[in-house]
């Protein structure tokens, strides 16, 4: 088993982070459209309360897979272009700005914030803090959607490198 990333493929761990993080992202996809589209509905009771607990989970995950991104960043799969690498890129910052919007702001409101039942934030009484709030309310939404956006887009690089006569399919690279 490889566990480290080599010149061919992704090892192990950076599989787990990568699919682990794919089927969360499905999950807050979900919980972001039903806030969107089918507010008070039962849809929306069982999806949005997962919002900030898979959210923050995602910021976890982020932060440990560009720490291993940067241990492993000289031995692991070169991008086929300098627009894949600069995707991949904007993918990481994307995911490690959007959850952090969410985050400050819920710290800023200055609610509690116990995901999983970890107690993070115990909250505090009076005004909530407006730079912390703002960011959050002004572009954490539109980032979430444009993240999703774009994530469509790499799924359909992916598919398009594969069907390619001329490019590299890279699948295996991070699948088999
Ligand atoms: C069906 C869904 C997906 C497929 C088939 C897929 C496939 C792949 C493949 C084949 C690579 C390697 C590309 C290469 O080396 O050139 C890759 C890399 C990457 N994927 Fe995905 N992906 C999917 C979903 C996602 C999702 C949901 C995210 C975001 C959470 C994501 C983020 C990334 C990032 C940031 C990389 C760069 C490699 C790294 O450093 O981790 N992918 N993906
Ligand atoms: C990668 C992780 C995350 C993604 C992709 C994401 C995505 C989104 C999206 C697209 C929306 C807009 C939904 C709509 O249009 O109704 C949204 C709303 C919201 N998110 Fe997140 N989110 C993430 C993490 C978090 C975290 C960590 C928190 C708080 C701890 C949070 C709190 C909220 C709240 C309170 C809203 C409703 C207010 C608003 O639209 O800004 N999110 N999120």
Known sequence: MLIKDND???GTVSR???WGMAL???VQLLS???HMLF???PFEELLW?????VGFLLLVLIAIRICWALTNRYHRPSSVSLSAKLGHI???GLLAVVPALGLLRQYGSGRTFEPFGFPLFSGFEGDKIAWMVQPGNLLHGWLGWILFMMIIGHIFMVIWHKRSSTDEDVLPRMWR
Do not use: F, S, V, W
């Open 8 to 10: 061919t493929r992704y």
């Open 90 to 92: 904007a993918l990481y």
């Open 16 to 18: 787990i982070l990568h």
């Open 32 to 34: 972001a459209t039903a």
């Open 39 to 41: 507010d008070e509905t």
């Open 24 to 26: 969360l992202m499905l």
């Open 49 to 53: 309360p997962t919002h900030k607990p």
